[in-house]
């Protein structure tokens, strides 16, 4: 499907400035039946990816961590106007291997004065803080079974600083997928789970 397609081109054409190349190896969403795989991604208009774009350095992703802090002078086109004709919210999907699907709603509309569409910035803001919700909802639970315990999310494990939003992806009829890479070398993460295991000294 086209929408694959785009989503894995995404990590080939990426120019990349700063952090890793590392992304993280999410599953794509698919709705469990096929009649409604047919009913909303096959006959569902499905919009083109939405890219974070900065400059200075010139490259394709957002640090999270900015996102949620609003400091995004540096992202390209960030007063256009997103989900137009999308309705009054729309999902955003995390498919984070080791733990069950995640699904949060987030508004299309910016309701400042006067009301309009959610701009690119706000809507970099609004992935971030799921991303965040995400983390402190899982970091409570166990990861499944056979996971990889290197995406293992948490205070001590992989944090919203870690990440940076290269682009969005329209995956179904009302869900979106963000594709995030590491701003943070595994090695350094691992590093940082195992110093705060080791038991401080006491003088």
């Not at 054409?13 to 700063?18: D, E």
């Not at 499944?144 to 682009?167: F, K, N, P, Q």
Request: overall charge positive; glycine content about 4%.
């Amino acid at each position: 499907m086209e929408h694959i397609l785009k989503w894995k081109d995404i990590r080939n054409l990426a120019i990349i400035a700063t952090g890793t190349a590392i992304y993280i190896p999410q599953s794509i969403y698919q709705p469990y039946t096929e009649a409604d795989r047919v009913r909303y991604i096959e006959k569902a208009d499905l919009k083109e990816p939405i890219i974070f774009k900065t400059a200075h350095p010139d490259q394709w992703g957002v640090a999270l961590d900015d996102a949620m802090k609003a400091k995004m002078k540096d992202l390209l086109d960030k007063d256009d106007n997103m989900f137009e004709n999308c309705g009054p919210s729309v999902s955003i999907r995390l498919q984070w291997p080791g733990y069950r699907a995640w699904t949060k709603q987030i508004p299309t509309m910016d309701f400042k004065s006067p009301k309009g569409p959610i701009t690119r910035a706000k809507l970099a803001k609004n992935i971030a803080n799921c991303v965040k919700r995400f983390i402190e909802e899982k970091e409570k639970e166990r990861m499944e079974m056979e996971a990889d315990r290197r995406w293992r999310v948490g205070s001590r494990y992989i944090r919203v600083e870690d990440l940076i939003l290269v682009s969005l992806h329209h995956i179904s009829k009302g869900s979106w997928q963000p594709q995030l890479r590491l701003r943070t070398p595994l090695s350094d993460i691992q590093l940082r789970r195992l110093q705060s295991q080791v038991p401080h000294s006491t003088a």
